[in-house]
């Protein structure tokens, strides 16, 4: 699965700073110079179904969505567009441990009684009013 995740991030781009009003045929038409294109997405707003201001676009190759990256800074409806790589969240992925698993909750997981044991000054820690 994660293979496949890494995969799908390579062929696709984030575009930023779209015009509420551009359409998926628009950006078709911009990107198409860079080669085959298999989806564009534009996410929207679930309760007012607004455009959010952004699309990604998956495409056939890795070749063409590097392609991609070049048509940054163009003109889109009288905004200047970024394009990014996609990037994709990995579920269980640790990013400060830099492996698959879960994250430990540490210090901040603990009950008061934990906290106040592992500091070795129970009654400093908390006020008898915290108790």
């Known amino acids: 699965k994660v293979n496949c995740l890494i995969r799908c991030c390579c062929c696709c781009r984030y575009v930023g700073n779209?015009?509420?009003?551009?359409s998926k045929d628009q950006l078709q038409q911009l990107f198409n110079s860079c080669g085959c294109i298999c989806r564009v997405t534009i996410p929207r707003n679930p309760e007012t179904q607004q455009p959010l201001g952004h699309a990604y676009i998956e495409f056939s190759s890795a070749a063409a969505a590097q392609a991609a990256v070049k048509l940054s800074k163009q003109q889109l409806q009288g905004r200047q567009?970024?394009?990014?790589?996609?990037?994709?969240?990995i579920q269980g992925y640790d990013v400060f441990q830099g492996h698959v698993g879960f994250r430990r909750r540490g210090k901040r997981g603990m009950g008061r009684e934990e906290m106040?044991?592992?500091?070795?000054?129970?009654?400093?820690a908390f006020p008898e009013w915290g108790r």
Request: aromatic content about 0%.
């Open 18 to 22: 779209m015009h509420p009003n551009a």
């Open 81 to 89: 567009i970024s394009v990014h790589p996609k990037q994709t969240n």
């Open 116 to 124: 106040g044991n592992t500091l070795g000054r129970q009654d400093a």
